[in-house]
């Protein structure tokens, strides 16, 4: 059976190096959202809790509540939270309505547009919301934005940066004006903040930098370790001679004489579908991946029982021409996960 081997020892030397950087393990709040970019929600928190992290970030309440016990403080950035949902769980606010609809006395993040222009909050409604916060009796735990040019750097990053930080000045006064208790602030992720020489914030939401991955050029990028490896099992396996077809429409030329084998892995398991337009696509030792994939196998230079069909998701991004989070994040749930 197929399945995806979370190396542990790589995940704590990510969250060492991110954590040396931040200058303490406090500011490190993970993001699990997405079944934790794919590798598994559950796995990753039990590591997560483990090392010591005490904030994550989820993408709804579905996933908050499959890791409730785990950590002291879960923010579903999306959708409603249960008023019977734990108090351990915030609630995102992207919108005045959201404030005016939420459960009296919920604990609350609000998240604001600091130039994305996606989700959020606008910085001249920070007044309105923060008076039907007191209003309401909803409790401010947090206030963050998201920078859409973490991985770019430059003046772009750095002026919606200048954004956030009116934010939290703004926030701040009122605090003390009005008397509520002052909410942590975080405006930056992983491209973002591993740039940043010095993290003013209370918290730093990591996620693919965690997992062994950064898509900004930065020196940190390259000493950081994928956690992930995907196993495939043999289905079957026959030789076949060069030029045979193989598979729909006959796509999979034999390049040569070999054994080929079929292996329990397709893109029904949500790996993106190889055809004969895509670039040469190999395992991770090598072994050629013929088209077309099919929905729950795929074909291969290989005669092994279990091949490894990749340790490090940038070969498959770049023939896709995506990203690493595309490529991890479609991976099935489906498909069991094993720490080492």
């Known amino acids: 059976m197929a399945q995806l081997i979370i190396?542990?020892?790589?995940?704590?030397?990510?969250l060492d190096l991110i954590s040396s950087h931040l200058g303490s393990i406090d500011k490190l709040a993970l993001v699990l959202k997405d079944n934790a970019y794919g590798h598994g929600i559950k796995e990753i928190a039990k590591l997560a809790r483990d090392y010591g992290i005490k904030s994550v970030f989820v993408k709804n309440e579905m996933e908050a509540l499959m890791i409730q016990d785990e950590f002291e403080h879960i923010t579903a950035l999306y959708g409603s939270i249960?008023?019977?949902?734990?108090?351990?769980?915030?609630?995102?606010?992207h919108s005045i309505q959201m404030l005016k609809s939420i459960s009296p006395q919920r604990g609350i993040e609000l998240k604001f547009n600091v130039g994305m222009n996606r989700n959020g909050l606008e910085i001249k409604q920070i007044q309105q919301a923060i008076q039907l916060i007191l209003e309401r009796k909803l409790k401010l735990v947090g206030v963050f934005s998201h920078n859409g040019y973490g991985d770019d750097g430059g003046d772009e990053m750095q002026k919606?940066?200048?954004t956030s930080q009116e934010i939290k000045e703004q926030i701040t006064y009122l605090a003390s004006k009005l008397g509520f208790e002052l909410p942590r602030f975080h405006f930056l992720s992983s491209?973002?903040?591993?740039?940043?020489?010095?993290?003013?914030e209370d918290l730093v939401r990591i996620g693919i930098a965690s997992y062994g991955y950064l898509c900004a050029p930065i020196p940190i990028a390259s000493k950081l370790k994928p956690i992930a490896s995907l196993w495939a099992h043999q289905i079957?396996?026959?030789?076949?001679?060069?030029?045979?077809?193989?598979?729909?429409?006959?796509?999979?030329?034999?390049?040569?004489?070999?054994?080929?084998?079929?292996?329990d892995l397709g893109y029904g398991d949500g790996l993106l579908r190889l055809n004969e337009h895509h670039g040469r696509l190999t395992c991770a030792q090598g072994e050629e991946i013929l088209p077309r994939m099919s929905m729950d196998c795929f074909s291969c230079l290989s005669d092994q029982?279990?091949?490894?069909?990749?340790?490090?998701?940038?070969?498959?991004?770049?023939?896709f021409g995506t990203t690493p989070y595309d490529i991890l994040v479609k991976l099935s749930p489906s498909i069991p996960r094993s720490i080492i």
């Open 82 to 93: 249960s008023p019977t949902s734990p108090t351990n769980i915030y609630q995102t606010i």
């Open 191 to 200: 491209s973002g903040a591993l740039r940043q020489e010095k993290i003013e």
């Open 7 to 14: 190396d542990s020892s790589h995940f704590k030397h990510n």
């Open 305 to 319: 029982e279990k091949i490894c069909v990749f340790d490090n998701a940038w070969k498959w991004a770049e023939i």
């Open 160 to 162: 919606q940066h200048q």
């Open 236 to 263: 079957s396996k026959r030789t076949l001679e060069k030029e045979i077809k193989i598979g729909y429409s006959g796509a999979g030329v034999m390049p040569r004489d070999h054994v080929i084998s079929t292996y």
